[in-house]
């Protein structure tokens, strides 16, 4: 994978998550009603995952501007994106997770793989 599309990658990851945090931020409310979701006993619980994930659209910036120096940061990018793919996947296997929850899942396992691909293209050659 080009360095290029890397930063093209991370881009449109952080245009995403941005989005999504924000959006949950803003109307939080309001999407629990547009996708006919039970709210938590505590909007805390929606507000302070939505900052999360704001911080991580910001680091996906800061990967995307440059993806040699901050290599690193992008074993973080996929842990994120696993754990969400990990527990949605996994309580949807159950039945216990609304389904718009998994849409966004796929979305993130898309993403996860880009990461990856990322990473492997980056990381030092060994001889």
């Keep these: 994978m080009s360095t290029k599309l890397i930063k093209i990658v991370f881009v449109i990851a952080a245009i995403y998550d941005l989005v999504l945090g924000f ?13 006919n979701v039970t709210p938590p006993n505590h909007w805390g619980y929606i507000e302070f995952p939505a900052l ?16 040699v120096g901050r290599v690193e940061l992008i074993h973080y990018a996929m842990a994120l994106k696993a754990a969400y793919c990990g527990v949605v996947f996994w309580s949807d296997i159950i039945g216990s997770i609304p ?26 050659k060994t001889a």
Excluded: N
């Design 23 to 35: 959006a949950s931020l803003v109307a939080g409310p309001q999407l629990f009603r547009l996708f």
């Design 52 to 67: 999360l994930i704001v911080i991580f659209g910001i680091m996906f910036l800061r990967i995307a501007a440059d993806p």
């Design 99 to 124: 389904k718009v929850w998994a849409i966004f899942a796929w979305v993130d396992l898309v993403f996860f793989v880009l990461f990856f691909m990322a990473w492997r293209s980056l990381r030092p």
